[in-house]
């Protein structure tokens, strides 16, 4: 068991977390100062309100190598307070069944999840997956919601809740998504802000 301490605040938050979960593969942090912290896996921030990700590929050219630039462009937009980033999966508006952002707002920081299999899933797929995410922010703590549609699946739970040392309400969610006989699982913290939008711990 050990405590974990609310980026915002001094204190630790009460939540117990057994020892070994990879509480940082739910969340992804971004190199511009801001919410989600500085430097990521997928590259930096430029300054635009994108994330570039580079890849340096070498290509043999007689007997010598060049270095090509390529950039891939993760929008990043804020709404309201939040920040909106999709690393992975589809780009569109709204999060779930909600398809507009003022009817989203609450759960819009969930957008910042990192599982890479969100780019493998069609857009209603990736829809179906938030859903189940925003049905486990009410759900009683150790109750799996499942969903599934053609070839993929998956589940969320959550595995405990607790208070903040600032008063916030947090829950530790445990993921999964299954396709094409591939499996990939995400551990992590959601706190409540006061208007009651959701926001992913770094």
Known sequence: MRRI???????PVLLALSAGMALASLVTTHAAAGPYGAGDAY???????????????RHAHKHHHTHKRVVVVAPRRRYKDVWVVRPHGHRYRGYAHYHD??????????????LV???????????????????????PVGETIHWKDDTASGSVRVVRDGTS????????????????????DAYGIACQQPDGAWEILP
């Open 165 to 184: 040392s600032s008063g916030r309400y947090c829950r530790e969610f445990q993921q999964e998504i299954k396709i094409g006989g591939k499996t990939e």
């Open 5 to 11: 301490s609310d980026p915002r605040h001094q204190g």
């Open 101 to 114: 952002d003022a009817l989203a707002y609450r759960w819009l920081g969930f957008t910042a999840i990192t």
């Open 117 to 139: 299999s969100l780019d493998r899933l069609s857009v209603a797929q990736q829809r179906r997956h938030e859903t189940a995410q925003i049905s486990a922010t009410t759900a």
């Open 43 to 57: 590259g930096r921030h430029d300054g635009t309100g994108s994330i570039q990700k580079v890849d340096h590929r």
